[in-house]
Structures are given as structure tokens and as C-alpha cells.
């Protein structure tokens, strides 16, 4: 089979040759490591060998987000947006002013490393949620473009599939605050929750309306559920703040034969029934007790027949482990993972730094070998 077809017929639980074996992150994003930008990490020398055996090796499933192509007018009438520049990191400051109120966000991206670090969040409190949710329903209004997903779809060929890439709702309001006000907020204010949970959803469910008819057939990825996953939430609060939003975004989705993939790190056990009760066809990245608190095992007897599973190699794991020992864990994996409807061995996230550690690459490898035989 190619890599495509192999995929293909994975994520619709039906027969394939092997497992597959995919990177995540690492050929998941689309990156240009010819690129000199201080920022782009990918220009390293040590990552070329993983970025190879990524695309030429993996079974790769590109991550892609519907183009924004523009938004209402009315957004630039409350918000404005600054980047600046500071030692070697990246700053970008949004301002927000509404309801006589003026809120600011801060992230900084660091030269060295492939992540962005939220130093505040925009909104601190109840007074700053309720201005929130006097913006009008058009700001949120946007046009969105699916061409650059067709395009990434030819250049992929039959060495892999494009999954659509979207948050849900919760992981757009969880955002909004620091964590600790996220979940202060969810459990002492849920009507007023449920009120962002629901300017979000709208114009979030017409963006999933747009790509799902005009990208129809694909795998999808939904991300922000482990927001509401213990320890944070209870289980009961998964279904009243998860499964009745997302489940509307599956819907929609499963209208144009999509599949769903719900993302979703940590303890997830207990939340398990949910997620399948909202229509999702698939999960990742069932991350083992210490970090999650399920075995691959359980997760292929217990939901192997509903659920097509991705996961579950720690990334910490393939960080630190000696190649003799995290082959002993690939091993264990992959013959769990045979007793599933559908199963693609992955890790839970990729390296983030510029340098990428050969144990780590040879770990990569492992993973390789251990699908192929």
C-alpha cells in the first residue's frame, strides 16, 4: 500500500497492510527549513535527518487550518494587534477595548524554541468576560479559503493524507483567561460560561460548515477538550462544556463524510464514554499513567472497535530514553495497538528546540523499524 492508502483505510477501521507510523508534529506541520528567519528553528542542522525521515519514511498526516482570508470590519473597530522585538524573543501584544474597558494580551516566542509563551492572558475577571460578550456578533465574522488545503493535498501525493486542523469552542474561551481564571470561571459562573461558549460556537460552527462542504471527506483534528479533563473539571462538566458544543462541530462534519480525530492530552479515562457519545471517530494521544491514566491496551479492548487510536509514545520518552529501552516500549505499543479496529503508533508532541539530540532521532528510527518488521 502507499502511505495514503494505508492511512485511508486506518482511519476508517478497515484493513490495512501494517500500522502506520506517524510524527505528529514533526511532518505534520508544514515547515520550511531552508528558511534563514532567526525564528524558524527547522534551519538547524540537526533537524534535517528528522525532517527526512519524517517525510520520506512516515506515514505523514499534514496538520492544516483553513486560510483566513479576511475578517468583518468590525473586528479592527475593538481590536488592534502590535509585534515588536525584544532581546531574541518576539512579542505580540492585542488590545481590546469595549464596553469602557481596555484588556491586553501578551505572547513571546523565543529565537530558540518552537513555542509561544503566553505572558497575559486578555481577560482577568468577570467584568473584563461580561464586556467580552458585548462585542456584536459580526465581529467575529470571517471569510475562509480551503485551497490551501487542496494545494497541500497534491504536493502530499500518496505519501500521506491532510487532516483539517480547528480548535473547539472551549479551547477559544479557555484561552481567553489564565488557567486558574478559566477554571475559577467554569465552575462559580456557567451561565455566564455558556454565554462565551456560545458567541465562540457560532461563527466557529460556520467555519466548520464552509471547510467540511468544500473539503469534504477528510480527517479532521479538534483540539481544547483536555480543558475540561481531570484534574481541572469533573467528568459531568466534560459533557456540559465539551460534548454539547463539539459534538455539534462532529455533526457537521460526519454531514460531509469527515472523520474526527478528538486531541485530547492527560487523564482522559473517565471522559472516555463522552467522547464517544459526541460522535468522535478517533483519538490521540492516549498518553500512559504517570502524564495520562490509560494503558493502549485498555484503550483497544475497551474502545478499540469505536475509537481509531493514535498515540501512545511519550515525547519525554523519546527525549531521554536509550534506544535499547524505549524499543522495548515501541514493541509494547505496536502489539497493543494490533488488537484495535485501527491504530497509528505516534508520540504525544515533537522536539521544540533547535537542536535535536541524535538519541532522539535514533529513537525515531525504533519507531520506524518497529511497524515495518
Known sequence: MTRKER?????????????AVN????????????????????????????LRLAEEESDLIRMVEPRLVSRNPAYNDFFSTEIYEEGNSRFTRTTLKVGGREMQSLTRRDKELDTIWTIKHLLDNED????????????FQALYSVENLKKEEEVLGDRGIV??????????AADLFEFGTYTLMAFTEPELFHRLLEKIAEPLLEKTQFAAENFPGHLWRIYGPEYATEPYL?????????????????????????????????????????????????IDPIEPPDQGDVELEYMADEYGNDLVLF???EITDIMNLEPEEFEKIVESSVEAGKKAGGFVLMPSASPYGRDVPERAIENYRTMIRAVKG
Open 128 to 139: 473584563d468576560l461580561k464586556a467580552y460578550l458585548s462585542l456584536p456578533p459580526e465581529t
Open 163 to 172: 487532516m483539517v486542523d480547528t480548535g473547539d469552542p472551549l479551547c477559544a
Open 311 to 313: 498515540g501512545n509514545l
Open 234 to 282: 469533573p467528568p459531568h462538566m466534560f459533557k456540559e462544556y465539551v460534548q454539547n458544543y463539539t459534538g455539534d462541530m462532529i455533526d457537521i462534519i460526519h454531514q460531509y463524510q469527515g472523520i474526527v480525530r478528538v486531541h485530547s492530552h492527560g487523564k482522559i479515562k473517565n471522559v472516555l464514554k463522552s467522547i464517544v457519545e459526541m460522535g468522535a471517530d478517533a
Open 7 to 19: 492511512l485511508e483505510k486506518i482511519i476508517r477501521k478497515e484493513k490495512a497492510d501494517r500500522p
Open 23 to 50: 510524527f505528529y508534529e514533526v511532518g505534520g506541520f508544514i515547515v520550511n527549513p531552508e528558511d534563514s528567519d532567526e525564528y524558524n528553528i527547522y534551519n538547524s542542522e540537526s533537524w534535517k535527518e528528522l
